[in-house]
């Protein structure tokens, strides 16, 4: 891609299905801040997991992005095209010695609670059946700050484990496919929701190994329901209305905690007049006692 800007943002969702209130809010929270810094806003398709697709989702997505006035810089990037990146990647740690092959269920894992610390595969090597690639990981404390929430730290080994690079079945791993495009679409700054704000440590790992720049993460705080659940549990996951965006945009506004004036009737001047006054530090922290009135 061409020079990198002081400031370049990204929303990336997956396509499992229609743009609910929470991926919204995200959105909406990475466009102001890559706004507010003059910087450029771009969108990826994380489309690598193609047994939990929602065939038609991206590009309803797309469209409905469009309809809330969130146009990105640049014509949105597909994981699925993107394999041969994340193969160098791959080659690349297989190479330095940091892969083992795993051929570990889930049963042989949960007296460990799931997580794999052996720094080897503690199942039999099935030749039938293709591996699992984990990652060899360090008992590492890997610290970070995040624009909202401060300094963050957390231990690879103990939290993450020998997480997975390549799935069983030939998929990539979320964890790496982020990390080969963030770095290969020049992202400066990663904003996005606090469901993975344990993965940037595991992020800012493979970005080292993989001599990869570490971007600047914000982690927006999860849209919870009237009764605390996490949106993905809720009612409150149902699409946002692309026909009638304004009442789901201001309450996404709302939720960030970004002031926004009523009287504007696109959407396009709703961002407009949010953008103005606004700063990151009034982003709202956590969702505590805070809930999503959609
Ligand atoms: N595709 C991920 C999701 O929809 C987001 C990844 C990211 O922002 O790093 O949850």
């Excluded at 466009?31 to 806003?41: F, M, P, S, Y």
């Excluded at 007296?111 to 199942?123: E, F, K, L, T």
């Excluded at 009442?247 to 970004?258: E, I, N, Q």
């Amino acid at each position: 891609m061409t020079a990198t800007p002081r400031y370049r943002g990204r929303f990336a969702p997956s396509p499992t299905g229609a743009l609910h209130f929470g991926s919204l809010v995200a959105a909406v929270g990475s466009w102001l801040v890559a706004r507010h810094a003059g910087g450029e806003w771009l969108v990826r398709i994380e489309d690598i997991d193609p047994p939990r697709e929602v065939p038609g989702s991206a590009a309803s997505i797309l469209a409905t992005l469009g309809a809330f006035g969130l146009s990105p810089d640049r014509p949105p990037v597909y994981q699925s095209q993107r394999q041969e990146g994340y193969a160098v990647a791959f080659d690349r740690l297989r190479e330095n010695g940091q892969l083992f092959p795993c051929w570990c269920s889930r049963t042989d894992l949960a007296s460990q609670g799931g997580v794999h610390r052996d720094g080897r595969c503690i199942a039999t090597p099935d030749p039938s059946r293709l591996p699992a690639w984990r990652l060899l990981t360090p008992d590492l404390l890997i610290h970070w700050h995040d624009d909202l929430l401060g300094s963050q730290s957390e231990n690879l080994r103990e939290v993450a484990g020998d997480f997975v690079i390549r799935r069983v079945e030939g998929l990539w791993s979320y964890q790496l496919a982020c990390v080969v495009d963030d770095a290969d679409q020049g992202i400066t700054h990663v904003v996005r929701g606090a469901d993975l704000l344990d993965s940037t440590a595991r992020q800012i790992h493979l970005q080292r190994l993989l001599a990869l720049p570490t971007p600047g993460y914000l982690h927006l705080p999860l849209v919870l329901d009237a009764e605390g659940r996490k949106l993905s549990k809720s009612t409150a996951a149902l699409p946002v209305d692309a026909a009638d965006p304004l009442p789901a945009l201001r309450a996404a506004l709302d939720w960030l905690g970004v002031l926004a004036p009523s009287t504007a009737a696109t959407p396009e001047t709703v961002l407009r007049d949010a953008l103005h006054g606004f700063g990151p530090a009034s982003l709202r922290r956590s969702s505590l006692g805070a809930t999503a009135t959609l």
